[in-house]
């Protein structure tokens, strides 16, 4: 049932306050989410972000008057994203928290006969729980099969799906057999807006943890570099006083006449053991 005016104008009002009011969203996937499973990610999400669902077309024409309206705004770069079953969940707090809270809200689901799979299904050996005159079935999907404690057990791990295949009959009734619900779904985080900067959601993996690994990795290979190039950085340099050192040591040590006050510990050190060889002759 088409929109009242009144409700088309009210919902060009309420984007436009949102585009104006937040500077981060996310611009999510909506494909098999139930209004029960959105309705508990709003209620998650009350106080942090706001949640907004319409058709693209209303979307896209709002994204166009807004960039009109404020051709300063880069936000108006949306318009491109506004492509299949898509939504926006504005925020101004931490993009982390509010993809935590859509995280929690991803529901298991089983394999529907036509339905796209999204990820690769593989049934785990082991019994089944199915009499010995089910056999046939899974003969079928070239499953094999064996009899034990009067039931059928499967012998190997089966790659039932493939990711982005069409779930079949046969493969849908086998997992409901199994009582294995093999998908899950919820809002499939696509891309992120945050401040102008429009980028794909896996960039929220980069924790601060893998941030310092991969520059003390950087960082590692520049003074390797610098060390055998002979080309001195503030990476190699504490390498390079650190070999010094070293030098200056093994030649301090090697002197009978000569020591200085770092020396003296490693000096000490070496006499007796030097020494006891020439006690035992």
Not at 4 to 33: G, H, I, P, T, W
Not at 39 to 62: D, F, P, Y
Not at 101 to 121: F, L
């Amino acid at each position: 049932m088409p929109l009242s005016r009144e409700k088309k104008e009210a919902y060009f009002e309420r984007m436009k306050e949102l585009l104006s009011s937040y500077n981060k969203c996310f611009v999510v996937e909506v494909d098999n989410v139930g209004s029960k499973q959105l309705q508990n990610t709003r209620s998650g999400l009350r106080g942090t972000a706001e949640v907004l669902m319409g058709k693209n077309t209303m979307m896209r024409r709002i994204f166009k008057d807004f960039k009109e309206e404020n051709p300063e705004n880069p936000i108006g770069q949306l318009v491109d994203l506004c492509r299949g079953n898509v939504g926006f969940i504005f925020t101004n707090g931490d993009l982390g928290a509010v993809r935590t809270v859509i995280d929690e809200n991803v529901r298991p689901a089983p394999a529907r006969v036509g339905a796209i799979a999204p990820c690769d299904v593989i049934v785990p050996k082991g019994p089944t729980g199915c009499d010995p005159g089910q056999t046939a079935f899974f003969q079928t999907l070239q499953i094999s099969t064996k009899i034990t404690k009067g039931q059928i057990e499967m012998t190997n791990d089966t790659h039932l799906i493939t990711k982005g295949d069409k779930v079949g009959a046969s493969q849908a009734a086998l997992l409901q057999k199994l009582d294995i619900n093999p998908f899950t779904y919820g809002l499939g985080l696509k891309m992120v807006y945050d401040n102008g900067s429009l980028f794909d959601a896996k960039v929220l993996d980069i924790t601060d943890d893998v941030l310092a690994a991969k520059f003390g990795d950087a960082l590692t290979m520049l003074a390797k570099l610098s060390l055998v190039l002979n080309y001195p950085t503030q990476a190699s340099v504490p390498h390079s006083i650190a070999n010094a050192y070293k030098a200056c040591l093994a030649i301090t040590v090697g002197c009978d006449t000569y020591s200085f006050e770092k020396a003296d510990l490693f000096k000490a050190l070496i006499k007796p053991a030097a020494a006891e060889p020439a006690a035992e002759e």
